[in-house]
């Protein structure tokens, strides 16, 4: 399994201090977590898009490219590209040249967004999200697939013998998940392509994931990419630690209670309750976590919200060290125990690339034979 975290990019006040940190120390900030992420043995570290205050992360891939820079073995994200209000013919020469800058060491996350506004900013109608997305990402799984591509469709102008440049680094596209919270046609989505399925799991029970992965995997099954077990799942989580939970629940509570998100409404005991957030000990951390694979399977990717609702950079970096060295070494054995063979690592760039070979020199067999 991999184990990273996700960030949304908010700039949201401290409600302890009421001091809002700048754009410019909130991407630096963003910066840092990366690097202590790699730091920390972490695998992941995946950045949102947004183009509308209080969020900075407008441009993943400038984001992504200068920290890709500054690591050596750390995965690079996001969570998620918008695949709606982007051009796929941009997504796709931005991923590739990030793809060669870094590596291999990246994917990424395709999702809708559900902020109304950005829609019009970017062309596009809220109300044909679902259409975007389906429509938008036939063409850029073509885009990094086949060399010259004439295409046309609903919502972009037509394509006469294009080639996107630079082509996928060693000829292998970039690993592409499917993001949702709620919405079955991107898990078909992911099912129809084979491509990996994140539900970020963050703001809804477990039986509503549960319902969505295993929508995913019985499609995955049915158009022949393997076993419902082995199709490629990545979930979300949040959490808040202290050595002692009554420490954690005090510290996070006025940061939970004024949340952009979800401040002002549920109690942080009634959330906790309901979702799979957790604040408390490490300890409470990994069991927690431990249990998600009792409704969604054995799965491939975890990666933990920690940098939101205007917590301080000095915070989230003391999670981080505890994420690290506490919590990941005792997740990543407990999930290896009873791991069937059949179940899939976690998408690699490496990993792939000896797969198209390998499947390349037995095509290649098959056609001297006969």
Same mark, same amino acid.
């Given at each position: 399994?991999?184990?990273?975290?996700?960030?949304?990019?908010?700039?949201? /006040?401290?409600?302890?201090?009421?001091?809002?940190?700048?754009?410019?120390?909130? #991407?630096?900030?963003? *910066?840092?977590?990366?690097?202590?992420?790699?730091? *920390?043995?972490?695998?992941? @570290?995946?950045?949102?898009?947004?183009?509308?205050?209080?969020?900075? $992360?407008?441009?993943?891939?400038?984001?992504?490219?200068?920290?890709?820079?500054?690591?050596?073995?750390? #995965?690079? %994200?996001?969570?998620?590209?918008?695949?709606?209000?982007?051009? /796929?013919? !941009?997504?796709?020469?931005? @991923?590739?040249?990030? +793809?060669?800058?870094?590596?291999?060491?990246?994917?990424?996350?395709?999702?809708?967004?559900?902020? &109304?506004?950005?829609? $019009?900013?970017?062309?596009?109608?809220?109300?044909?999200?679902i259409p975007l997305a389906i429509e938008n990402y036939a063409l850029l799984h073509r885009l990094w697939r086949e060399d010259v591509v004439t295409w046309e469709g609903r919502f972009r102008t037509p394509l006469?013998?294009?080639?996107?440049? $630079?082509?996928?680094?060693?000829? *292998?596209?970039?690993?592409?998940?499917?993001?949702?919270?709620? %919405?079955?046609?991107?898990?078909?989505?992911?099912?129809?392509?084979?491509?990996?399925?994140?539900?970020?799991?963050?703001?809804? /029970? !477990?039986?509503?994931?549960? !319902?969505?992965?295993?929508?995913?995997?019985?499609?995955?099954?049915?158009?022949?990419?393997?076993?419902?077990?082995?199709? #490629?799942?990545?979930?979300?989580?949040?959490?808040?630690?202290? !050595?002692?939970?009554?420490?954690?629940?005090?510290?996070?509570?006025?940061?939970?209670?004024?949340?952009?998100?979800?401040?002002?409404?549920?109690?942080?005991?009634? @959330?906790?309750?309901?979702?799979?957030?957790?604040?408390?000990?490490? +300890? +409470?951390? #990994?069991?927690?976590?431990?249990?998600?694979?009792?409704?969604?399977?054995?799965?491939?990717?975890?990666?933990?919200?920690?940098?939101?609702?205007?917590?301080?950079?000095?915070?989230?970096?003391?999670?981080?060290?505890?994420?690290?060295?506490?919590?990941?070494?005792?997740?990543?054995?407990?999930?290896?125990? &009873?791991?069937?063979?059949?179940? $899939?690592?976690?998408?690699?760039?490496?990993?792939?690339v000896a797969a198209a070979q390998a499947q390349a020199a037995e095509e290649n067999q098959e056609v001297t034979q006969a």
């Amino acid at each position: 399994m991999q184990f990273g975290i996700f960030s949304v990019g908010d700039v949201t /006040p401290d409600p302890t201090t009421g001091r809002t940190p700048t754009e410019h120390e909130r #991407i630096k900030a963003m *910066v840092a977590i990366a690097l202590k992420a790699e730091e *920390v043995g972490l695998d992941v @570290f995946a950045t949102g898009e947004h183009h509308n205050p209080p969020f900075v $992360p407008s441009s993943p891939t400038t984001m992504l490219g200068y920290i890709a820079a500054r690591t050596e073995r750390l #995965i690079l %994200s996001t969570s998620t590209t918008l695949i709606t209000t982007n051009d /796929p013919v !941009k997504i796709a020469e931005d @991923f590739a040249m990030l +793809q060669h800058l870094a590596e291999g060491r990246m994917d990424l996350m395709m999702g809708r967004g559900n902020t &109304g506004p950005v829609y $019009p900013w970017f062309g596009q109608d809220i109300r044909q999200g679902i259409p975007l997305a389906i429509e938008n990402y036939a063409l850029l799984h073509r885009l990094w697939r086949e060399d010259v591509v004439t295409w046309e469709g609903r919502f972009r102008t037509p394509l006469q013998s294009f080639t996107s440049t $630079p082509r996928p680094l060693d000829g *292998v596209p970039p690993f592409v998940w499917h993001g949702s919270i709620r %919405s079955p046609e991107i898990a078909e989505q992911a099912a129809y392509y084979g491509d990996g399925f994140f539900h970020n799991n963050i703001f809804w /029970p !477990k039986e509503h994931t549960q !319902k969505m992965v295993e929508l995913y995997r019985t499609r995955y099954a049915h158009y022949g990419h393997g076993t419902p077990e082995q199709a #490629i799942v990545g979930l979300g989580g949040q959490v808040f630690m202290r !050595k002692n939970s009554q420490d954690a629940v005090r510290e996070f509570r006025p940061y939970f209670d004024n949340a952009p998100v979800y401040g002002h409404g549920p109690s942080l005991e009634d @959330f906790s309750e309901q979702t799979p957030l957790t604040v408390g000990s490490p +300890q +409470q951390v #990994i069991e927690r976590t431990l249990s998600f694979r009792d409704y969604v399977g054995d799965y491939q990717r975890q990666l933990f919200l920690m940098d939101h609702a205007g917590l301080p950079l000095k915070t989230v970096l003391e999670q981080l060290d505890m994420l690290g060295e506490e919590v990941v070494p005792v997740l990543r054995e407990e999930f290896a125990k &009873g791991r069937p063979a059949d179940v $899939p690592d976690a998408p690699t760039h490496a990993a792939r690339v000896a797969a198209a070979q390998a499947q390349a020199a037995e095509e290649n067999q098959e056609v001297t034979q006969a």
